[in-house]
Nanobody, 124 residues
Framework: QLVESGGASVEVGSSLTLSCTASESTPVGSVMGWFRQAPGKGREFVAGISWISRPIRYADFVKGRFTISRDNAQKKLFLQMSNLIPEDTAVYYC???????????????????WGQGTRVTVSP
């Protein structure tokens, strides 16, 4: 089980840090990722991070603004978001990817467990 937190309603240009905590029984020994789903749209890949924090991948629309990190000892995943814009408004989900899957981290089917999501709203 994964549980996200940290979502909030903020103004343009603000910063937020999202957290995702895995339960003790949830293995997270591979890639973990953040996805988001904006109102009326499908879920899209935001960022992913390997077990050893290298490599890290970002969607083009968040490069330079978002930073993904993880604390394996605490079984936590983070997403630091800065310079937020209205287009970042979405429900943000964390997911744990199945080991041994392909090179494309954006395939949702390759994530075997998801959190319930945390909502981020960015107002002009």
């Amino acid at each position: 089980q994964l549980v996200e937190s940290g979502g909030a309603s903020v103004e343009v240009g603000s910063s937020l840090t999202l957290s995702c905590t895995a339960s003790e029984s949830t293995p997270v020994g591979s890639v973990m990722g953040w996805f988001r789903q904006a109102p009326g749209k499908g879920r899209e890949f935001v960022a992913g991070i390997s077990w050893i924090s290298r490599p890290i991948r970002y969607a083009d629309f968040v490069k330079g603004r978002f930073t993904i990190s993880r604390d394996n000892a605490q079984k936590k995943l983070f997403l630091q978001m800065s310079n937020l814009i209205p287009e970042d408004t979405a429900v943000y989900y964390c997911g744990a990817r199945k080991p041994g899957t392909g090179p494309n981290w954006s395939f949702q089917s390759e994530y075997y467990v998801w959190g319930q999501g945390t909502r981020v709203t960015v107002s002009p």
